[in-house]
């Protein structure tokens, strides 16, 4: 059984034209697209700017309501999952978002962006009650720190970094930030939405490698959304090819890469130069 299947997903935007907006227009963003996605592995998904890419990510999480279709994962139907159930869903399912400079809170120091969802998903809710129970609020706030240093640790970053606000880091250590954010809670899945096109291309290069390393410490299984053909096909196991709101073409990719059978395909193939950096 796939940890993430989904079928026939559909979103369709309503916009307003013609004289005084009164003439209605749909725009399918997303166009019944089906994709299963095995634990462990990592699916890229990739096409031009404007094809559905992002808007298919988040419906996954549910960030965006689909129009119709189906959304399972582990086994549960996240669609009719209800808002306790979506919480506890969410735990195994984050997201890594492609603008490190507008994700993240300028007015929150580090180590309260990485430990907001702990907080908002309850892990500590108890204990840091402090009106009932003050030392129990003290062991809180220490076991939140020492989660902290740990994800931080991970991807890179010292402790000191929890004590400094986003405006005082670069791009790429902004986005291991993110990175650390959407982990602490431990997923299962991920979706990483275009986590290095606003970075230079040595930066993006660290974090590709970072994001291949923590896959394989935390095991995770990744929704890797990109314009990128070289990336993809570095860190992901399969590809597919997305087109105005439709899948054209998938398959591992190896032969996605060499061997595209959709002149789409062909096309992106060589329109993306090879990459100016090394990945390990």
């Excluded at 291991?176 to 959407?182: D, H, L, N, P």
């Excluded at 096909?233 to 998938?250: K, P, S």
Aim: charged letters at 25%; hydrophobic letters at 40%; one cysteine or more.
């Amino acid at each position: 059984m796939p940890l993430l299947s989904i079928r026939d997903l559909v979103k369709i935007y309503q916009t307003d034209e013609g004289l005084f907006g009164k003439a209605r227009r749909e725009i399918r963003a997303v166009n019944g697209v089906s994709l299963d996605i095995a634990q462990g592995e990592t699916l890229g998904l990739v096409g031009e700017s404007g094809c559905g890419k992002t808007t298919l990510g988040r419906m996954i999480l549910r960030l965006i309501e689909p129009t119709s279709g189906s959304i399972t994962f582990n086994g549960r139907n996240v669609l009719a999952a209800s808002s306790a159930e979506l919480r506890r869903l969410r735990r195994d399912m984050q997201i890594i978002f492609q603008d490190p400079f507008a994700s993240l809170n300028p007015r929150m120091r580090v180590e309260e962006i990485v430990t907001e969802p702990l907080v908002i998903h309850s892990q500590a809710a108890n204990s840091l009650n402090r009106a009932e129970n003050p030392s129990a609020g003290a062991n809180s706030k220490t076991s939140l720190h020492d989660s902290a240093v740990e994800i931080m640790r991970a991807v890179g970053l010292d402790e000191s970094a929890l004590r400094r606000y986003p405006h005082e880091f670069s791009g790429g250590q902004r986005q291991r930030i993110g990175i650390a954010r959407a982990l602490i809670l431990r997923p299962k899945f991920v979706v990483c939405d275009e986590p290095v096109s606003a970075l230079d291309v040595s930066v993006g290069a660290q974090i590709v490698n970072l994001l291949k390393k923590l896959q394989r410490d935390f095991g995770l299984t990744y929704l890797f959304i990109s314009h990128s053909m070289p990336v993809v096909r570095y860190l992901c196991d399969r590809i597919a090819v997305m087109r105005r709101g439709e899948i054209v073409e998938i398959g591992p990719s190896v032969e996605i890469t060499s061997r595209p059978q959709h002149e789409y395909t062909r096309t992106l193939l060589e329109a993306t130069p090879e990459p100016e950096f090394k990945l390990d």
